[in-house]
């Protein structure tokens, strides 16, 4: 990814060979929206009486917690 805002990210498969040459590169787009303001503007229309959050907040906790647990691993690697 050439930018954390970045529309695209390029994906590069290696069959049975790790040569560059046998490389095939393919380019994969991706919404430029940042996921918390999507969650957020969820949540606002939920409150606006639109449907329920995809994640309730026990899940939501929980996968924070993981993430900080996956930031701490890798800051220690």
């Known amino acids: 990814m050439e930018s954390p805002l970045a529309e695209h990210i390029n994906i ?34 939920y409150i606006k009486g639109g449907s329920a959050p995809l994640v309730n907040a026990v899940k939501g906790a929980e996968m924070a917690r993981r993430i900080t647990e996956l930031r701490q691993f890798i800051s220690q690697s």
């Open 12 to 45: 590069v498969r290696f069959n049975n060979s790790t040569e560059i040459s046998q490389a095939r590169s393919e380019r994969r787009s991706i919404p430029a929206t940042m996921p918390l303001f999507m969650e957020l503007k969820h949540f606002c229309d």
